[in-house]
């Protein structure tokens, strides 16, 4: 059974920083290209940081910069270490894997970015 344990969300002050973390279990973790996604109310749910199985990285013109994503296929752990956060990165975050027809989604985890 594959699962995608998020954490790492919460409230934080705009220019504030956080790092949300991913672990999965069930899936040969290395073999998967992972991303984040986020999907703010009344919004579509869109891609933030993707990287492939071997370590390319994509990501969403809004974070550029100030988001980096990363794996550790030892641990089988994807993160996404969030800088200079401002009210309008609020969503909710949601890890994803995907290999061929295979695709796996977290629960997701808010983010609120509020003074």
């Known amino acids: 059974q594959v699962q995608l344990v998020e954490s790492g969300g919460g409230l934080v002050q705009p220019g504030g920083s956080l790092r949300l973390s991913c672990a999965a279990s069930?899936?040969?973790?290395?073999?998967?290209?992972v991303g984040w996604y986020r999907q703010a109310p009344g919004k579509q749910r869109e891609l933030v940081a993707a990287?492939?199985?071997?370590?390319?990285?994509n990501y969403a013109d809004s974070v550029k910069g100030r988001f980096t994503i990363s794996r550790d296929n030892i641990k089988k752990t994807l993160h996404l270490q969030m800088n200079s956060l401002s009210p309008e990165d609020t969503a909710v975050y949601y890890c994803?894997?995907?290999?061929?027809?295979?695709?796996?989604w977290g629960q997701g985890t808010q983010v609120t970015i509020s003074s």
């Open positions: 994803n894997v995907a290999l061929l027809s295979r695709n796996y």
């Open positions: 990287m492939t199985s071997g370590g390319n990285t």
């Open positions: 069930g899936i040969i973790f290395s073999e998967y290209a």
